[in-house]
């Protein structure tokens, strides 16, 4: 699996989203309700990958375990995966 870190991910999400001019991008949403979403996301998939472990979570988005548990805690993420 390749490693993508998050800010490449969301510059590849928006350069291929782009490529749709005939798509709402926002569905209704803000941009800052869609990155919480896109946060959401890629925190929930790297706790899967990593079997629950913080500090592994933490290692594959490339952010430190405090700022790992910092956005779980304001983004209302589950961490009980």
């Given amino acids: 699996m390749i490693q993508v870190k998050?800010?490449?991910a969301i510059a590849l999400w928006i350069e291929i989203s782009l490529k749709s001019p005939d798509r709402d991008f926002?569905?209704?949403?803000?941009?800052?309700?869609?990155v919480a979403d896109l946060e959401r996301q890629m925190i929930v998939g790297a706790l899967r990958?990593?079997?629950?472990?913080?500090?592994?979570?933490?290692?594959?988005?490339?952010i430190s375990g405090r700022a790992l548990r910092y956005k779980i805690t304001t983004l209302r993420v589950d961490a009980s995966l």
């Fill in 49 to 62: 990958r990593s079997g629950g472990n913080n500090a592994s979570a933490a290692g594959l988005l490339d």
């Fill in 26 to 34: 926002t569905g209704g949403a803000s941009l800052e309700n869609a």
């Fill in 6 to 8: 998050p800010a490449r």
